[in-house]
C-alpha cells in the first residue's frame, strides 16, 4: 500500500482520488505483477496476463495504470520504502565488535531486501542505468541516505586520524553502496564458487566496517 501520507494523492488515470476499495484493487494489481515479474521477463507480462490473475479486466487495469512498465515503477517506489530500516542500523557506535555487528547487519537487510525485491529492484537499475528519470529518482531517493550516512561516518573516521585525508567520504561511500548492491543481486550466484550467504554476509561487512572506521578490530 501506499504510505499513509500520500494515500490521498494516488489517482486514477483520470486523475480522480481512489477511495479505500479501489486502492484495494490498485494494490492487488501490483501484487500480482510483483509475482509475475518473479517467473518471466517484463517483456514477457502483457496486461491480459495481470488482470487474469487478479480476476478483473484488462480495462480495470487501465483505470489505475498506463501501462506495465508503469506499475514497476510503483513497485520500486513501494520497496524504497523498506529502506529507513536499513538507516536506524548505521545509526549508533562503530567500535569495535559492535561496530563489525552492525555492518553485518546493514548487509543482511540489504540482502534480504534484495531477495524481497529481486525482480523490482533489477527493473529499477536497468531503468536507471539506461537514463528512465523515473527510476534514477527512486534508485537515489532509497540509496542516498544510506550513502550519506556512509560518507558521514568515514569523515567522523578522517577527524579521529583513522582514516587518509585523500580519500573522499562520497567516492568511498558510493563504492560500498555498489559492492552491497551488486552482492545483494548476485550472492546466489556465487555459490557456484563455494560462497555461501554468510561468507557473503561477513566479508561484505568486513569492507564496510574497515572502510567507515579505518581500523581491523
Aim: proline share 3%; charged share 25%; net charge negative.
Amino acid at each position: 500500500m501506499a504510505k499513509a501520507e500520500d494515500i490521498e494523492s494516488v489517482t486514477a488515470q483520470t486523475g480522480r482520488p481512489l477511495g479505500p476499495r479501489a486502492l484495494k484493487t490498485r494494490e492487488r494489481l501490483m501484487d500480482a505483477t510483483a509475482e509475475l515479474l518473479e517467473e518471466r521477463s517484463l517483456l514477457d507480462i502483457s496486461v491480459v496476463d495481470i488482470a487474469r490473475k487478479v480476476g478483473t479486466s484488462p480495462a480495470t487495469f487501465y483505470h489505475y495504470f498506463k501501462d506495465v512498465e508503469e506499475v514497476t515503477v510503483h513497485l520500486a517506489d513501494r520497496a524504497a520504502d523498506e529502506m529507513p530500516a536499513v538507516l536506524d542500523l548505521i545509526d549508533g557506535s562503530w567500535e569495535g565488535d559492535a561496530g563489525l555487528a552492525r555492518a553485518r547487519n546493514i548487509v543482511d537487510a540489504f540482502i534480504s531486501h534484495w531477495d524481497t525485491h529481486h525482480a523490482v529492484l533489477q527493473l529499477r537499475n536497468l531503468g536507471a542505468d539506461r537514463g528512465d528519470k523515473r527510476f534514477i529518482r527512486i534508485r537515489r531517493d532509497a540509496l542516498g541516505p544510506v550513502l550519506d550516512r556512509f560518507a558521514e561516518q568515514i569523515s567522523e573516521a578522517q577527524k579521529a586520524g583513522h582514516l587518509p585525508a585523500s580519500l573522499h567520504p562520497y567516492i568511498a561511500a558510493a563504492a560500498l553502496g555498489s559492492i552491497l548492491e551488486r552482492l545483494s543481486a548476485y550472492h546466489k550466484e556465487l555459490t557456484h564458487f563455494g560462497a555461501s550467504r554468510e561468507d557473503v554476509v561477513e566479508t561484505c561487512a568486513i569492507l564496510i566496517f574497515r572502510t567507515l572506521t579505518g581500523t581491523n578490530s
